[in-house]
């Protein structure tokens, strides 16, 4: 089955500054990529995905990059503020609706003032 | 995004007694939900695969006479913990796809005493 690594397990930037989580994934058929932000006690958030024949989705703050050769991908926060803090979650799956999604451990975001 | 609700959110119960959460996808038709399982400080662990009108499918090491799923229709999915006991006591969430996204219900809080 998919296993997905994700690092750093805790990150902490000063406001304004730019996060950078990045995920390994293993099994090569995996084509769906997301990314969640889970806030304390709350349900996970979809923020960005992003699609095996796509290298790079932009949304605002965020981007997400893909290389599908080296099985990664990585969230990128820009201008970081206070409410960006939370847990990240990346995941892999095939598309469709019954493809089940792995997630990866999970990163710890504080944005300091 | 879709939305998924989820009910109850919190529950505290005596040992033995069994507990349903109930799962609903309120502005779309999900012919498959997950639910999940998430620890203090972790992951999210997928318990099983919800689909309507048949039987689940549970991952390994989740045992299906204990965590009951029914999906009688394209917008609940029911689980319940049968004869509940303290190491049972945890976060539990569940989500449907609209298309290749998944979105997540708000979380039940069980606390088994």
């Known amino acids: 089955g998919e296993n997905v690594e994700q690092h750093p397990s805790t990150l902490s930037v000063q406001e304004g500054d730019s996060a950078v989580i990045k995920c390994t994934y293993s099994?090569?058929?995996?084509?769906?990529f997301p990314w969640y932000k889970q806030e304390l006690g709350k349900r996970p958030q979809l923020i960005i995905d992003i699609r095996s024949n796509v290298g790079e989705k932009k949304d605002q703050r965020i981007a997400v990059t893909l290389n599908k050769t080296a099985k990664h991908f990585s969230l990128h926060i820009t201008e970081t503020q206070p409410e960006d803090s939370a847990v990240y979650f990346c995941?892999?799956?095939?598309?469709?609706?019954?493809?089940?999604?792995?997630f990866g451990t999970g990163t710890r975001l504080q944005v300091t003032l | 995004g879709a939305v998924v609700s989820q009910h109850p959110s919190r529950v505290i119960c005596k040992s033995g007694t069994s507990v349903k959460i109930e799962c609903r996808s309120l502005?779309?038709?999900?012919?498959?939900m997950f639910w999940y399982r998430q620890f203090p400080k972790k992951s999210l662990m997928l318990m099983a695969t919800?689909?309507?009108?048949?039987?689940?499918?549970?991952e390994q090491g989740v045992e299906k006479d204990k965590f009951l799923i029914n999906h009688a229709s394209l917008t609940l999915s029911t689980l319940t913990v049968t004869s509940a006991h303290p190491e049972d006591s945890s976060f539990y969430i569940c989500s449907a796809s609209d298309g290749p996204k998944l979105f997540f219900g708000s979380g039940t809080q069980l606390s088994v005493l």
């Open positions: 502005d779309f038709q999900a012919t498959t």
């Open positions: 919800s689909n309507e009108g048949s039987k689940a499918t549970y």
């Open positions: 099994d090569s058929a995996s084509n769906y």
């Open positions: 995941a892999a799956s095939g598309i469709g609706t019954a493809s089940k999604l792995t």
